[in-house]
């Protein structure tokens, strides 16, 4: 196919690289590439051009001008784009058609914001993959194709198949979720999370990647979770309801779960029992995904009991003002609490 037979498929390469496109498109588009060889090539060129100047991987980060000139540079000092397969006529991209469309590309990788998109694992099957980014909201309930629900965390991202395999449901988690796992004993459910492997057949509860960095911990509500270090299937440990297991580089360990607000950001109900007042600020920051802050050592040092259930934060910090004669200031997305003068 040559370059400039059919612009349809570069604005499907340049929507699909910037994780624009729907399923369908992506259907379209995969269907194209593997109609011959030279579609094959003419994909991976493009990704190859696109990797060499590094926008993927500093999407929220990306000069624009200078990505379009290193693009341009790498297309000018080769004669060819596209590679010469032997036995076939050799094929030029001309240099300005591919830059008006890896322009596309640019412009849309450095200007997207994308809750989902879809995308192909780069293998002979091509086989679809859902990703979901919860932003800075919590993403409330998402149905596998198990019927397994999953509540995911603000800042989390999770990743599965349009359809799991015969013998396994494998998904991968990138922060923090609930799961809800569907009962299903000749298939069990894996989680890929950090250096960890979560096993179960069917059961509650939850995992959290963002503790520090490299640790999991997964908390149990009910059933039996199986914990272990990924690539070594000897260190493992079977996790009961109410308790804790935490996977870090050194050490893998369980313990009974003494934190009332372990999963407060998916129930939203929040319970303090005489916590300092710094530890209460730090759990409504967990929870509501805000950035609460108080500069005031004596306020921080204060003990604080009371329950919140399915409330607001700014009805919580009413409260929370109330009780110590703070106020609030709001100030470049921060939430300031200041004593009132006596």
Not at 4 to 28: P, R, S, V
Not at 80 to 97: D, N, V
Not at 208 to 224: A, C, P
């Amino acid at each position: 196919m040559e370059a400039n037979l059919n612009n349809e498929y570069w604005d499907l390469i340049a929507k699909y690289l910037a994780n624009e496109c729907d399923k369908d498109e992506i259907d379209n588009l995969f269907n194209w590439i593997n109609e011959s060889e030279e579609n094959k090539i003419l994909f991976n060129q493009v990704k190859q051009d696109l990797k060499i100047i590094n926008i993927d991987k500093s999407m929220n980060k990306i000069n624009v001008d200078s990505a379009w000139e290193k693009l341009k540079d790498r297309i000018e000092e080769d004669e060819q784009a596209l590679p010469i397969i032997e036995e076939r006529k050799s094929r030029r991209l001309h240099a300005p058609f591919v830059l008006k469309y890896a322009a596309a590309i640019i412009l849309l990788v450095s200007v997207g914001f994308f809750t989902t998109k879809y995308y192909m694992s780069l293998q002979d099957d091509y086989r679809n993959i859902t990703e979901i980014t919860a932003k800075n909201e919590i993403i409330e309930q998402i149905t596998l194709p198990d019927g397994s629900i999953v509540s995911l965390n603000a800042d989390s991202k999770l990743e599965y198949p349009e359809e799991f395999t015969d013998n396994e449901r494998k998904v991968k988690l990138t922060g923090e979720g609930f799961f809800d796992v569907t009962k299903n004993p000749e298939k069990p459910f894996i989680i890929e999370a950090e250096n960890a492997e979560v096993r179960v057949l069917g059961t509650s509860f939850n995992v959290n990647t963002r503790l520090s960095k490299d640790n999991v911990e997964v908390f149990v509500k009910t059933g039996l979770v199986e914990l272990k270090r990924k690539n070594n299937g000897d260190e493992k440990l079977l996790i009961k309801p109410g308790n804790v297991g935490v996977l870090t580089k050194s050490k893998l360990e369980k313990s009974v779960n003494t934190n009332n607000n372990i999963i407060a950001w998916k129930t939203r109900e929040i319970i303090f029992r005489e916590d300092k007042m710094s530890d209460v600020i730090h759990i409504l920051n967990t929870v509501y995904n805000t950035s609460i802050i108080c500069e005031n050592q004596e306020v921080l040092n204060l003990k604080y009991t009371s329950t919140f259930a399915n409330q607001d934060i700014n009805s919580v910090l009413n409260v929370i003002c109330v009780t110590f004669d703070l106020k609030v200031e709001y100030k470049n997305d921060k939430i300031y609490l200041i004593k009132l003068d006596s």
